[in-house]
């Protein structure tokens, strides 16, 4: 069975529906999800220690495991060096707002799309609206809720707001990330999970796409 683990969002809203639901490759997009959201959500040193115990690549093998697509997950290198507080690329480097010309209007448009499904961004602000590991978070629940609905209407809806969600905030603003992180030299853990998620949400869009029809 599996079960979503929101970390950047709470639930603002009473969502009635199952909170497990069996195994799938729907679920499955979820956990990979999940396990990349977790890797941005916590701190250099924990980065660096999951990437020295393989922790990140193994979660990510167990999460793909049912994935309907292909999905190259290769070994996270081992750290080296000092790359500094958010993996050598700045401490607002992972704030999607922030490669936007209005960050105010981006975290508002994220919010809005997090409360129409009665989500809520961290009443403790630990984590901001427009944090990758947030976005991720909103991410893993939408396929969560898309394998949770017996409703084949409802299950399009969700998917459809995956698909406007990578297209809005998302695939542009990580590629340029990826490229970025490439070119500064950032830590070797960050680098390669930047370089996962890239590939993940490219070849997830393209999934959702096709099962959309457009």
């Known amino acids: 069975m599996f079960t979503y683990s929101l970390q950047g969002l709470e639930l603002s809203t009473d969502v009635?529906?199952?909170?497990?639901?069996?195994?799938?490759?729907?679920?499955?997009?979820?956990?990979?999800?999940?396990?990349?959201?977790?890797?941005?959500?916590?701190?250099?040193?924990?980065r660096d220690a999951g990437a020295a115990s393989g922790r990140w690549s193994q979660e990510l093998v167990a999460a793909a495991e049912l994935l309907p697509f292909a999905f190259d997950i290769g070994e996270v290198p081992a750290p080296g060096g000092s790359p500094g507080a958010d993996g050598g690329l700045g401490a607002d480097a992972l704030l999607g707002g922030e490669a936007t010309p209005d960050r105010d209007a981006e975290v508002a448009a994220v919010c809005r799309e997090y409360e129409y499904f009665g989500l809520a961004a961290g009443a403790d602000g630990a984590r901001p609206a427009d944090h990758l590991a947030t976005e991720l978070d909103f991410l893993q629940y939408l396929?969560?809720?898309?394998?949770?609905?017996?409703?084949?209407?409802?299950a399009v809806s969700f998917r459809r707001a995956q698909r406007d969600f990578l297209d809005r905030h998302v695939l542009e603003w990580v590629s340029r990330l990826a490229e970025r992180a490439g070119a500064e030299g950032a830590g070797k853990p960050v680098l390669w999970a930047l370089e996962r998620l890239v590939a993940f949400v490219t070849a997830d869009r393209a999934y959702v796409a096709a099962r959309l029809g457009s």
């Open 16 to 46: 009635a529906g199952p909170t497990e639901v069996e195994e799938n490759e729907t679920t499955a997009r979820s956990a990979v999800y999940q396990v990349l959201g977790s890797f941005f959500a916590a701190t250099p040193a924990e």
């Open 143 to 154: 396929c969560f809720r898309e394998a949770a609905t017996p409703s084949p209407r409802l």
